[in-house]
């Protein structure tokens, strides 16, 4: 069958190279892609929420197919778009209708969701700018640190942990009234913080059954020692060595299963992932956020350690008969380190070369933010490059990552050298 990958980064150069393994796929497309896509996708230049020219693609190259990568198609309703249009309704599309996207969408929206179908997560109240003097008394209440989230999409980077009482109330003050994530901070929500380490667990579900993937970990902040201001993702490792089989149980039983649970109970169209961000207090896990598609970077350690065919997979998503297919996963640990341009995630300059992809052995390069120019590999983004190893262990992994990162060169080129400080 044709396939299209909806997306540009890291995470989409992820599912092509893994779609471009199956005897399932003649061709492949990416839309809008990277310098790394098109060594094994066509590459076809259209927004990912231009549905219109997605339809028209879709048609001419006759694609059965369509992956959909980042969440802002989603959110807009790509999933309701093709169900509702006779030309594309026998078309599989792996995401979630726009009500199921609105896990992603609202903060507030996935809070009482997590209430409603009593899934263990911190408690919390949202507030908007007629309503910033309560926040204000709210915050009042809570013992720091102070955790205000964007309600709306902020391309990971709407929520601030905070230990001043003041300097919060500031902050919400800035987010509802001076918009500091534009129309995401219209509401914010305020939560209680949970003491404890952070993973996340990713689900694949068909609306009625579900697969649970690898777990990973990834590291949001720019600095060493997770300082600094966050990022769309510096690296993951995968497994995450403290998530024993008991605490798997309890995730199971307590998180996942009630959450797909409570999508076919509110008759929420879900064909797609689930990407179920975690913190393990005690010995128990919480939710923090739902994201309703695969992250990036933990894309490039989880899809590789999946062995399973994944368009078979997929396969069976969109035929609703996961329950008829069992899951491969590699036993080794995966991680990946994400290069990035200097300045990030702040201003930077792109279209620096980028040069040493070709010298890397044992380790596979994934794209994230490059593009072609005159024949040259040039970035295009503040994270540029990821670089996954896999080894017995995920330290031993790191090394030969970090290795082959060196082999790397582009101007202002920076990474994080410490990951897996904390494990």
Known sequence: MNILVLGSGGREHTFAYKIAQSNLCDKLFVAPGNAGTADIAT????????????????????????????EDPLVQGIADFFANDSDLKNVALIGPSKEGAR???????????????????????????????????????????YVLKADGLAAGKGVLILQDLETAKAELENMLTNKKFGAASEKVVIEEF??????????????????????????????????????????????VPFADSSFMDKIEERVVKPTVEGLTKEKIEYKGFIFIGLIK?????????????MGDPETEVVLPRVKTDLVSLF???SNQTLDKIDIDIDPRSATTVMTVSGGYPEAYEK??????????????????????????????????????????????????SYQNIEKLTFEKMYYRKDLGFDL
């Open 351 to 400: 279209g620096k070369e980028i040069t040493g992809i070709d010298q890397i052995k044992d380790s596979i390069v994934f794209h994230a933010g490059t593009k072609i120019d005159n024949g040259k590999t040039v970035t295009n983004g503040g994270r540029v490059i990821a670089i996954t190893s896999f080894d017995d262990d995920f330290r031993k992994a790191l090394e030969k």
């Open 194 to 239: 949970l003491d404890g380490i952070e993973l996340s667990v990713f689900v694949l579900t068909d609306g009625k059954n579900y697969i649970t993937l690898p777990t990973a970990k990834d590291y949001k902040r720019i600095g060493e020692g997770d300082t600094g201001l966050n990022t769309g993702g510096m690296g993951a490792i995968s497994p």
């Open 43 to 70: 590459n076809i230049s259209i927004s990912v929420t231009d549905f219109d020219a997605i339809k028209n693609l879709v048609i001419d190259e006759k694609i059965e197919m369509v992956v959909v990568g980042p």
């Open 103 to 145: 896990l992603e969408g609202s903060k507030e929206y996935a809070k009482e969701f997590l209430f409603r179908h009593n899934i263990p997560t911190a408690a919390y109240q949202s507030f908007t700018a007629n309503t910033v003097n309560k926040g204000k008394e709210f915050l009042e209440t809570l013992k720091p640190p």
């Open 281 to 293: 207090v005690g010995d128990d896990p919480k939710v923090i956020e739902y994201n309703v598609r």
């Open 315 to 317: 396969n069976h998503v």
